[in-house]
């Protein structure tokens, strides 16, 4: 188990570092960059776990996500709202900026998503995953407040 936990910090952290260092190839000068994390708890009874993480930096914030402990052959839902867990607010970006979550057999998927816009270091955001239903809408399975570092 917490070599799993490790695992996908250190994925996220690695996601992270590579937004890091590609998004300050753009200017010659020193953009300001913000790093966001976050761990993502089961919600509803699920058993869906995570890391979530954002780099904004020049105007534009690159979100990366990974989950556990997700049914091999689902579809899952992500995306990153300002508000926090238990207060929602607009989605960050656009739903269709954010790629489906496919779990292995393990139970993990990952993906990554370019958001336009900063996020803004004073505002509250959070990453939610949800299962997509048929006709019944999503049913947040995870959710996760990001944090500043």
Do not use: N
Not at 62 to 91: F, L, M, N, V
Not at 117 to 128: E, I, K, V
Not at 132 to 140: R, V
């Amino acid at each position: 188990m917490d070599s799993v936990r490790s695992f996908g910090k250190r994925r996220t952290r690695g996601a992270l570092a590579l937004l890091v260092v590609t998004a300050g190839c753009s200017s010659g000068t020193a953009p300001v960059t913000t790093v966001w994390e976050a761990t993502l708890s089961p919600v509803s009874g699920s058993v869906v776990t995570g890391t979530a993480g954002a780099v904004t930096q020049s105007g534009r914030t690159a979100a990366t996500i990974q989950i556990r402990k997700a049914t091999a052959g689902e579809t899952y839902g992500w995306r990153i709202d300002s508000g926090t867990c238990s207060a929602t607010g607009q989605i960050q970006g656009g739903a269709a900026l954010y790629p489906p979550l496919s779990p292995d057999g393990s139970g993990t998927a990952s993906a990554d998503a370019g958001l336009p816009g900063a996020f803004d270091p004073g505002s509250h955001y959070a990453a939610r995953v949800y299962r997509m239903g048929a006709g019944s809408g999503e049913e947040i399975v995870a959710c996760g407040d990001l944090q500043p570092g």
